[in-house]
């Protein structure tokens, strides 16, 4: 669940943060914002891809887990 606690003393703050609804990003903008927020994988999410990956003597293995 996601809330959001406004905190307004005045009228005109109170206006502003309940205006922001009416926000609109661009896609890039959303792009850019996921990017920045993106959250690393969790164990043991993040080793599920490494253990199905293909495992075969001598190859090496990526370690990058995005």
Do not use: F
Request: hydrophobic share 30%.
């Amino acid at each position: 669940m996601t809330s959001v606690i406004i905190g307004a003393k005045r009228l005109d703050q109170l206006n502003n943060n309940l205006n922001s609804v009416n926000i609109k990003l661009s896609d890039e903008e959303l792009k850019k914002l996921n990017d920045v927020s993106k959250l690393a994988p969790e164990y043991p999410g993040g080793m599920l891809k490494i253990q199905s990956s293909n495992h075969r003597p001598g190859q090496t293995r990526s370690w990058d887990l995005e």
